[in-house]
């Protein structure tokens, strides 16, 4: 069935620093989404990005599609983007069943 | 503006007793529904799925079952709860079944 790769599995920065987070999936989806998920649980959607670059504020989303990969760029980390960041596909579009990755635990210390 | 709510927040449930949750949205005629497990420290798991009142889909055999009497509610629950049903249960809604995804706060579940 559809799967979703992320890495790295977690990842601690200091604040300030970069990170790129990776999406891989197993075959030409139609509709990527990334989340984040705070501390406490509440899953806030980030990008609506089935192809090409978006921006908003410090985070950048690129998808490649036909190379089934999207990344997840923060700039200038800040202790409050700590949490886990999730990456999902619509594997059925009858269902509109997402199907998620594992997740990316990002720490970033002060 | 849409707004999606779930209740209750949270629950601590002993084994075999009845559950249900629930969730509204509103500011949305006829969205798709869903509702979706996530066991502690895991990943998301899709459940059930709704397109529209009265038709309700499962995704995942949990022993949990899930209804939509309304166009804006949809409701999981259970007779009889399991450990295995601890965890965080989210619902979300969608215009379309590959359209982008918004989701309710989640209801964290604690089963003893």
């Known amino acids: 069935g559809q799967q979703v790769q992320q890495s790295p599995a977690s990842l601690v920065l200091q604040e300030g620093e970069n990170a790129e987070l990776q999406c891989n999936f197993s075959s030409t989806a139609t509709r990527l989404q990334w989340f984040y998920q705070h501390p406490g649980g509440r899953l806030v959607s980030l990008f609506y990005n089935p192809s090409g670059t978006k921006h908003t504020g410090r985070l950048t989303s690129t998808t490649v599609t036909n190379e089934r990969r999207s990344s997840l760029h923060i700039s200038s980390s800040q202790t409050t983007d700590s949490g886990t960041y999730f990456c999902?596909?619509?594997?059925?579009?009858?269902?509109?069943?997402?199907?998620f990755g594992d997740g990316t635990v990002l720490t970033v210390k002060p | 503006a849409q707004t999606i709510h779930q209740w209750p927040v949270a629950e601590i449930k002993a084994v075999g007793s009845p559950l249900s949750l629930g969730c509204t949205i509103k500011g949305k005629s006829s969205p798709n529904l869903y509702w979706y497990w996530q066991a502690t420290g895991g990943t998301l798991q899709q459940l059930f799925y709704s397109i529209t009142v009265g038709q309700v889909e499962s995704v995942v055999q949990l022993n949990l079952s899930a209804s939509r009497p309304k166009d804006d509610q949809f409701i999981l629950s259970t007779e009889k709860l399991l450990l295995s049903h601890s965890g965080f249960y989210l619902c979300?809604?969608?215009?379309?079944?590959?359209?982008?995804?918004?989701f309710g706060s989640g209801t964290r579940l604690l089963v003893i």
């Open positions: 999902a596909i619509v594997s059925n579009t009858n269902t509109g069943k997402l199907t």
């Open positions: 979300a809604w969608s215009l379309r079944a590959n359209s982008d995804y918004t």
